[in-house]
C-alpha cells in the first residue's frame, strides 16, 4: 500500500512539484514532503477501506478513488497551471481527507461519540417517523432497528464527515496503553499543514461562496522551505472539489461489487450510471463524458440521474470559473461540462438503447395564474382568518424552533399581531415574532420556491441554524 500508484506518480501536479529530478537544489525539502505523503497515505488508505464496511452502498472510496484524483485535477487545471510543492502535498492530504470520516473508526470517539449527538437522535427520530409514521421510544432511539440503523447510519456519516474532516490529521489512532500515532508522522508537518488540510478537506461539502469567503488569505512558506512555497487555499480547494464531483466513471462501480451489495434503489441507480462512464477527457474547455455500454429502456432512470450529476459537475465548473475570473486568478482548463444543456445533446455521448431521452420540462409561462389559481383563496379560502391563523402558527413553530436550538426556558418568544394604518381606510396586518430566521440561503432556495418546504430537509440538518437579531 505504501508505493504510489501509476495514477498519482504520472499526473501532472505530482511530477510538476513533488517528483525526484536531476539537480535539484531543493532535494531535502522536496524528499520531505514526498516521503510524509508517502506514509500519510498508506495511513489513511487503512481508514479508507473500513467506508465500505460501514456505508456499503456507496460507490467506491476506497485508495483506487483518492488516487485518481490526481489525475482527475491534473486534468481539470490543465497542463499550464502550476501549484507550488507546499499546495501540491496540501492537496494530496485534503484529498486523502476528504471523505475519510464516512468510517465510524475515522471519528474520534467512534459510535459512543456518534450515538450521543444530537444530530443522530434527530435522524432516528426522522427515520421512524418516515418508516412507521410515529415517534420512536426512548429504546428505539439507543437501539434502532437493523433496517433504522442502517439507514441513518448512511445519512449521518455523509452528513458529518466533512466537519469531521477538519480534525483528523490530529487525532491519536493508537490504544491506551501505546505511543500515539497520527496519519501525519512527521510532528512539524503535521503542526504545519494538518489544520489548512482539514480545513481544504471540509469544503468540498459547502457552497463556492463560502469557500471564497474563508479562503481569502495565501499561506506562506514553512520555515524549511524556501520562501515562493506559499499556500493558496482557494485554489486547492478548487481542485478538491472539482475533482471530487467529476470522478463518475466505472472504477467507481466495479460491476462484481455491485452484483454482491445490497443496494436501495437510489443507491443502485448511482452505481448503474458509473458502472457505464468512461473516463473523461478534456475537449476544448470542456470535460467530456462518455458511456461504454448503452442505457437500455429499463436504465432510463440511471440515465436521467447522470445528466443530473453531470448538470450539477457543470455548475460547480462554471461558478469555480467564475469566481476564479473576478478574482485575477488564473482559470482552470476545464470550465463546463459538454452535452448536458440538452437531453438530446447528451445521448450523443452517453447513449441509450432502444429509448430516446427528450427535452420534457415544464415550462409556466403565466406563474402568477398558477400562484393564484393553486394557492390564495384556493388555498386558504375567502375567510381571512384562516391564513391569519397560518401566519401565527409560523411564528409560534419558529419560537418554538429557537426556544430548543439556544436552549432557553418555555416562557422564552412572542408572536405579535398589529394593524398599522399607512393612510386613510388604508391598512397593513403585520405579525411578528422573535423566533429562529432563515438565512439568506433558506429565503431563496426555500421560501421563494412554490411547494417546497425546508422542515424536514436534509438542508435543514446541515445548515448551521441562523437565529433572528
Known amino acids: 500500500m505504501s508505493e504510489l500508484t501509476q495514477a498519482v506518480i504520472n499526473s501532472k501536479i505530482w511530477q510538476s512539484a513533488l517528483a525526484i529530478r536531476d539537480k535539484d537544489p531543493y532535494t531535502n525539502q522536496r524528499e520531505r514532503l514526498r516521503s510524509a505523503f508517502i506514509s500519510f497515505r ?6 479508507a477501506d473500513m467506508i465500505r464496511k460501514d456505508i456499503p452502498e456507496l460507490t467506491v472510496h476506497d485508495l483506487n478513488h483518492l488516487d485518481a484524483l490526481w489525475e482527475i485535477s491534473s486534468m481539470i487545471m490543465g497542463d499550464q497551471y502550476s501549484l507550488t510543492p507546499t499546495e501540491v502535498f496540501t492537496l494530496g492530504g485534503a484529498i486523502l481527507l476528504h471523505d475519510l ?19 443522530w437522535v434527530d435522524l432516528v427520530i426522522s427515520e421512524y417517523q418516515n418508516v412507521y409514521d410515529r415517534d420512536p421510544t426512548q ?25 469531521k474532516a477538519e480534525r483528523l490529521a490530529f487525532i491519536s489512532y493508537s490504544k491506551a496503553d501505546k505511543p500515539p500515532l497520527f496519519l501525519i508522522e512527521d510532528i512539524e508537518i503535521r503542526q504545519t499543514f494538518g489544520r489548512i488540510i482539514g480545513l481544504i478537506a471540509h469544503s ?4 463556492i461562496d463560502l469557500v471564497e469567503k474563508n479562503f481569502s488569505r495565501v499561506i506562506g512558506a514553512p520555515s524549511w522551505c524556501p520562501p515562493d512555497w506559499t499556500i493558496d487555499p482557494l485554489k486547492v480547494s478548487c481542485a478538491l472539489r472539482l475533482a471530487d464531483a467529476a470522478h463518475l466513471d466505472a472504477s467507481r462501480s466495479p460491476t462484481f461489487l455491485k452484483e454482491i451489495t445490497d443496494l436501495s434503489p437510489i443507491s443502485e441507480l448511482h452505481w448503474c450510471f458509473q458502472e457505464k462512464l468512461n473516463k473523461p477527457y478534456l475537449r476544448d474547455d470542456a470535460l467530456t463524458f462518455t458511456s461504454g455500454a448503452a442505457f437500455k429502456v429499463t436504465e432510463e432512470g440511471a440515465w436521467w440521474l447522470c445528466l443530473e450529476v453531470l448538470r ?5 465548473l462554471r461558478s469555480v470559473d467564475a469566481m476564479l475570473a473576478e478574482k485575477g486568478y488564473q482559470r482552470f482548463a476545464a470550465k463546463r461540462v459538454t452535452g448536458v444543456d440538452l437531453p438530446e445533446r447528451l445521448m450523443s455521448y452517453v447513449q441509450t438503447d432502444g429509448w430516446r431521452p427528450i427535452n420534457a420540462i415544464i415550462h ?20 381571512p382568518q384562516v391564513p ?10 419558529a419560537v418554538r424552533a429557537r426556544r430548543l436550538y439556544e436552549k432557553r426556558e418555555r416562557e422564552y418568544g412572542k408572536v ?5 394604518e399607512l393612510a386613510e381606510g388604508d391598512f397593513w396586518l403585520e405579525v411578528m415574532d422573535n423566533g429562529i430566521g432563515m438565512s439568506q440561503r433558506v429565503m431563496t432556495d426555500f421560501l421563494l420556491d412554490f411547494g417546497r418546504t425546508f422542515w424536514g430537509s436534509p438542508q435543514m440538518l446541515r445548515i448551521p441554524l441562523k437565529t433572528a437579531a
Do not use: W
Open 42 to 47: 498508506e495511513r489513511a488508505g487503512y481508514l
Open 101 to 119: 470520516a464516512m468510517s465510524v473508526i475515522s471519528i474520534e470517539g467512534g459510535y459512543t461519540a456518534i450515538i450521543k449527538d444530537r444530530r
Open 139 to 163: 429504546t428505539e432511539i439507543n437501539n434502532p432497528e437493523s433496517l433504522v440503523f442502517k439507514r441513518v447510519m448512511f445519512n449521518y456519516l455523509r452528513q458529518v464527515h466533512g466537519e
Open 204 to 207: 468540498h461539502c459547502s457552497s
Open 312 to 316: 450539477m459537475l457543470d455548475r460547480e
Open 364 to 383: 409556466v409561462t403565466d406563474l402568477p395564474a398558477v400562484i393564484k389559481s393553486i394557492g390564495g383563496e384556493e388555498l386558504y379560502g375567502r375567510d
Open 388 to 397: 391569519l391563523r397560518e401566519l401565527i402558527q409560523n411564528g409560534c413553530d
Open 416 to 420: 405579535t399581531v398589529s394593524i398599522i
